[in-house]
Nanobody
């Protein structure tokens, strides 16, 4: 069973920094794109940043210039470095990966359990 486990959430002051990590595990599989999404209270889950297996990155306009996504293919990990944090960045952050078990099998989605990030003074 492929699992994604996030770590690194917490409480940070406005203007501060935080790094989220996500590790994929559970047998033999390959990963296409990986990404981070977030869901603020009372709102829908929105994309924050995505990185393809070729390293191409895409960001939500609201985080461009402040957040950086990166991945370690060998370790099957993805990171989100967040700086210049604002109260409106407060949300549960979810790791996402497109998983393929074999070269011929279909791609399926896997989500982490979520990591709470609170930006408050």
């Amino acid at each position: 069973q492929v699992q994604l486990v996030e770590s690194g959430g917490g409480l940070v002051h406005p203007g501060g920094s935080l790094r989220l990590s996500c590790a994929a595990s559970g047998g033999t599989f390959s990963i296409n794109s990986m990404g981070w999404y977030r869901q603020a209270p009372g709102k829908e889950r929105d994309v924050v940043a995505i990185i393809t297996n070729a390293g191409r990155q895409n960001y939500a306009d609201s985080v461009k210039g402040r957040f950086t996504i990166s991945r370690d293919g060998a370790k099957k990990m993805v990171y989100l470095q967040m700086s210049g944090l604002k109260p409106e960045d407060t949300a549960v952050y979810y790791c996402h990966a497109e998983i393929r078990l074999t070269a011929l099998s279909p791609v399926f989605d896997r989500w982490g359990q979520g990591a709470l990030v609170t930006v408050s003074s």
